[in-house]
C-alpha cells in the first residue's frame, strides 16, 4: 500500500539526518515526515521518466513533444514539475490549481491508484480518477485508472456474473405418473 511506502521512505529519511546530524527523533512517522518522503519519492519518478522536460523548462527552450506542452508543466520551488492552467486566480490550494505531473506507467502511479482505489472502497475509475485529479496529473489518466480498476481481483470478483446453467429436457420415463405417487 502507499502508507507503506511512504513509511518506509520515512524511517529511510529519518535514519539519513540522524545519521548526519545526530537528531535524536523517534516514535512514529510525523505527517511532516510522510509528506516529505512522498515528495522525494514524486521528484525522483520525475527525475527517471521527465529528465527531458525538466531540461527543456529549466532553460525556457521550447516544450517537446506537444502533448506536453499543452499541458504548461513548471517547475515549482521544491523542484517538482507540474501542470500549469487557467486556475492561476482561483481560490483553490496550489496543489489542486497545478497537479504534480506523473507518468502513465510507473510503481507509482500504479501504488497512488490503487490507493484511492482502496480508499473508496473500490470505487470506479471516474471517482478514483476525479480523487486522484485534485493533486496529482496522471498522463493519459483515463487509460491508466482503467486499467488498474479492471485489474483488481475483489472487484472482478464482484464484476463476475454468475454461470447460468442450460435447463435440459428431464429425461423420458416409463413410468406413468399413477405409479409414482402411490
Known sequence: CVGC???????C???????????ALAGPISFVE??????????YTQQMHYSDLYKQIIAHRDIVPVSLAQLAPFVDHEGLIRVGGRLKNSAL??????PILLPQRCHLTELLIRHYHQLLLHGGARIVL???SRRYWIMSGRA?????VYSCV??????????????ANLPASRV???RLFY
Not at 13 to 23: E, G, N, Q
Not at 34 to 43: E, G, M, N, P
Not at 144 to 148: E, G, L, N, P, S
Not at 154 to 167: D, E, G, T
Open 176 to 178: 406413468t405418473a399413477n
Open 34 to 43: 510522510q509528506y516529505q518522503a512522498l515528495y522525494r519519492v514524486v521528484k
Open 93 to 98: 490550494d496550489d496543489g489542486a490549481k497545478h
Open 130 to 132: 476525479s480523487m486522484i
Open 5 to 11: 511506502v511512504w513509511g518506509v521512505v520515512g524511517y
Open 144 to 148: 491508466a485508472v482503467r486499467r488498474a
Open 154 to 167: 475483489p472487484c472482478s470478483k464482484y464484476r463476475a456474473n454468475a454461470p447460468q446453467p442450460f435447463m
Open 13 to 23: 529519511l529519518r535514519f539519513i539526518s540522524r545519521a548526519r546530524r545526530r537528531s
